[in-house]
């Protein structure tokens, strides 16, 4: 099995930062993408920003500038520095990645179980 564990949500004042993590484990032979998706009330998910194994690297229009993605492939874990916050990235962030357990086995994609962000006076 795989697990992807998320961690540093919270409540923030607006133009604050918060970094949030997330680490990939059980068994895994490869992680190919790892990334960051949002969720806010009534909205439908969509993506923050991703990692490829790689080192390429995309954001939305909406974050960048203000959010950086880092990656360590060693450990499986990627991180979101989250900069100037505004009220309008309130959100349940998720983390995702795309990995093969088993040499051979398909390209899968797991989920965090989500951390709530607050940017709120």
Do not use: H
């Amino acid at each position: 099995q795989v697990q992807l564990v998320e961690s540093g949500g919270g409540l923030v004042q607006p133009g604050g930062s918060l970094r949030l993590s997330c680490a990939a484990s059980g068994k895994i032979f490869s992680v190919n993408v790892m990334g960051w998706y949002r969720q806010a009330p009534g909205k439908q998910r969509e993506l923050v920003g991703s990692s490829t194994s790689g080192g390429r690297i995309n954001y939305a229009d909406s974050v960048k500038g203000r959010f950086t993605i880092s990656r360590d492939n060693v450990k499986n874990t990627v991180n979101l520095q989250m900069n100037s916050l505004k009220p309008e990235d309130t959100a349940v962030y998720y983390c995702s990645a795309s990995i093969v357990q088993f040499s051979g086995d398909l390209l899968r994609t797991y989920w965090g179980q989500g951390t709530q962000v607050t940017v709120s006076s």
